[in-house]
């Protein structure tokens, strides 16, 4: 991932003394996930350009950092090398630390002073949120310009890539623009490299005083940068209220309530795995296989019915079956249960004879997060290969995203799916599948459904036909 600044006027290789980087110099950091390189592309009196940019170590990612207690943040297949997301916040505050306080010793009247720059931020996420672009950035004084690619040059129809290339111009204080991109990186990217706490509330309000407390879009900028959480946002919005008081300012009225994935949310996971289970007992199972098993919730539910003697559970990431083993206690079980459980890593979309020979199987919110051209691939290798008695799928209904204040029209509602199906095109599939391999199919909706729109999840019953 890379960041540029560039500066034109006179004398623009003063910047070095801006950033405390020498332009003849290149310069690297260690970070706790890879390192930072700090170089100039271009260098004249006129025109200099500096660039950071991040080498991020994506076994660090996933099995954690050598030497280190800690387990990995994300799975092997993530945009995190690649996309500018928390890590390159991360990189700014420590590589370019000093600018963004203001500091400039001998240099000081040049900090001090609004500078021509224009800075570059490449592959930041942007799903569904362009015009947010505009909107966070232009009141701040910048021209805002980006562009973006199909996703697959070979595949048009799947649309425009959520990634974009951002560009900002204006007339600014190096520090003010340091600060800026720094906030506003993780605004739009919604998936922060670590625990999102207290302390954040500090770093917003230290890195966006003079500018946030009166800007347009704070209440989005604000719950995005706090990851919705809303005890840390009330929290926020006080400080800020505090800081217009303190400048002479009426208090603003009580803002509106943050918006936040509604709670009902956490309550629907559960919904879906109680109706999961009713499915798998009520056709007979003795033996299931939860395909996709994540971190083990649904496992961790099959484990407490006696009906089923013979458990397993697939992943193709290592990282989610070590917490689902942890969850499981499988390392302190007793000999009968590690006998009913095995947990094994493999993938939805290649033959493998160790998902075979099981009454029922279970893909549970899996089958979105496959790149659609692999979906054949998926239907030989479970309804043709491995051909259990019975299939339970789930899978979201896009339709219901209507409901959901925080989702932008075409979003999906995690960023690691692929697609999302109405209920009429899950039905669609569901059916042709069903009847090119042997099965019926039967459907239902969980959780509270919309007169319109229908239930947030949708779930089908393949049978094997005798």
């Given at each position: 991932?890379?960041?540029?600044?560039?500066?034109?006027?006179?004398?623009?290789?003063?910047?070095?003394?801006?950033?405390?980087?020498?332009?003849?110099?290149?310069?690297v950091?260690?970070?706790?996930?890879?390192?930072?390189?700090?170089?100039?592309?271009?260098?004249?009196?006129?025109?200099?350009?500096?660039?950071?940019?991040?080498?991020?170590?994506?076994?660090?990612?996933?099995?954690?950092?050598?030497?280190?207690?800690g387990?990995?943040?994300?799975?092997?297949?993530?945009?995190?090398?690649?996309?500018?997301?928390?890590?390159?916040?991360?990189?700014?505050?420590?590589?370019?630390?000093?600018?963004?306080?203001?500091?400039?010793?001998a240099?000081?009247k040049?900090?001090?002073?609004?500078?021509?720059?224009?800075?570059?931020v490449?592959?930041?996420?942007?799903?569904g949120e362009?015009?947010?672009?505009?909107?966070?950035?232009?009141?701040?004084?910048?021209?805002?310009?980006?562009?973006?690619?199909?996703?697959?040059?070979?595949?048009?129809?799947?649309?425009?890539s959520?990634?974009?290339?951002?560009?900002?111009?204006?007339n600014?204080?190096?520090?003010?623009?340091?600060?800026?991109?720094?906030?506003?990186?993780?605004?739009?990217?919604?998936?922060?490299?670590?625990?999102?706490?207290?302390?954040?509330?500090?770093?917003?309000?230290?890195?966006?005083?003079?500018?946030?407390?009166?800007?347009?879009?704070?209440?989005?900028?604000?719950?995005?940068?706090?990851?919705?959480?809303r005890?840390?946002?009330?929290?926020?919005?006080?400080?800020?209220?505090?800081?217009?008081?303190?400048d002479?300012?009426?208090?603003?009225?009580?803002?509106?309530?943050?918006?936040?994935?509604?709670?009902?949310?956490?309550?629907?996971?559960a919904?879906?795995?109680?109706?999961?289970?009713?499915?798998?007992?009520?056709?007979?199972?003795?033996?299931?296989i939860d395909?996709?098993?994540?971190?083990?919730?649904?496992?961790?539910?099959?484990?407490?019915?006696?009906?089923?003697s013979?458990?397993?559970?697939?992943?193709?990431?290592?990282?989610?079956?070590?917490?689902?083993?942890?969850?499981?206690?499988?390392?302190?079980?007793?000999?009968?249960?590690?006998?009913?459980?095995?947990?094994?890593?493999?993938?939805?979309?290649?033959?493998?004879?160790?998902?075979?020979?099981?009454?029922?199987?279970?893909?549970?919110?899996?089958?979105?997060?496959?790149?659609?051209?692999?979906?054949?691939?998926?239907?030989?290798?479970?309804?043709?290969?491995?051909?259990?008695?019975?299939?339970?799928?789930?899978?979201?209904?896009?339709?219901?995203?209507?409901?959901?204040?925080?989702?932008?029209e075409?979003?999906?509602?995690?960023?690691?799916?692929?697609?999302?199906?109405?209920?009429?095109?899950?039905?669609?599939?569901?059916?042709?599948?069903?009847?090119?391999?042997?099965?019926?199919?039967?459907?239902?909706?969980?959780?509270?459904?919309?007169?319109?729109?229908?239930?947030?999840?949708?779930?089908?019953?393949?049978?094997?036909?005798?």
């Amino acid at each position: 991932m890379l960041f540029t600044i560039t500066y034109t006027g006179q004398n623009t290789q003063e910047l070095g003394f801006l950033l405390y980087k020498n332009p003849a110099r290149p310069q690297v950091s260690e970070l706790s996930h890879g390192k930072a390189y700090v170089f100039y592309p271009e260098v004249s009196d006129e025109r200099t350009t500096a660039a950071l940019l991040l080498d991020i170590d994506p076994l660090d990612l996933a099995r954690g950092k050598a030497g280190s207690s800690g387990g990995g943040l994300f799975d092997y297949v993530n945009d995190r090398p690649y996309a500018s997301s928390s890590f390159m916040s991360t990189a700014i505050s420590k590589v370019f630390g000093t600018a963004m306080t203001g500091r400039a010793d001998a240099h000081q009247k040049l900090s001090d002073a609004p500078l021509d720059l224009t800075a570059s931020v490449a592959m930041l996420p942007c799903r569904g949120e362009r015009e947010k672009l505009n909107a966070v950035f232009e009141p701040l004084g910048y021209e805002v310009s980006f562009d973006t690619a199909l996703s697959d040059e070979k595949h048009p129809n799947w649309g425009e890539s959520k990634y974009v290339n951002l560009t900002l111009k204006g007339n600014v204080r190096l520090r003010d623009l340091l600060r800026h991109v720094y906030v506003l990186i993780p605004v739009f990217d919604r998936q922060k490299h670590y625990w999102v706490g207290t302390d954040e509330v500090e770093k917003l309000l230290q890195h966006g005083e003079g500018w946030l407390e009166n800007h347009p879009e704070k209440e989005y900028i604000t719950r995005r940068y706090l990851g919705r959480r809303r005890g840390l946002v009330n929290l926020a919005f006080e400080r800020l209220a505090e800081a217009n008081v303190a400048d002479g300012e009426a208090a603003p009225e009580e803002p509106a309530e943050p918006e936040e994935i509604p709670e009902k949310k956490l309550n629907l996971n559960a919904q879906r795995l109680g109706s999961v289970i009713a499915a798998v007992k009520s056709c007979g199972a003795k033996g299931v296989i939860d395909l996709g098993c994540g971190e083990g919730n649904l496992l961790n539910l099959l484990m407490k019915e006696r009906q089923f003697s013979r458990i397993a559970g697939m992943d193709v990431s290592h990282v989610a079956l070590g917490r689902a083993n942890d969850k499981l206690k499988l390392e302190h079980a007793g000999e009968h249960m590690r006998e009913r459980m095995t947990l094994f890593q493999g993938s939805l979309t290649y033959k493998d004879t160790r998902i075979a020979g099981y009454d029922a199987a279970c893909v549970v919110e899996v089958i979105e997060h496959l790149d659609p051209p692999r979906l054949a691939a998926f239907e030989r290798v479970l309804f043709e290969f491995a051909k259990p008695p019975t299939v339970i799928l789930t899978t979201p209904n896009k339709e219901y995203n209507a409901n959901y204040a925080n989702l932008h029209e075409d979003d999906l509602r995690h960023g690691d799916h692929r697609f999302e199906w109405t209920r009429a095109e899950f039905r669609d599939w569901a059916n042709k599948t069903a009847e090119k391999s042997g099965y019926t199919v039967r459907f239902s909706e969980i959780g509270d459904a919309d007169e319109k729109c229908g239930a947030p999840t949708q779930m089908g019953v393949f049978s094997l036909c005798e």
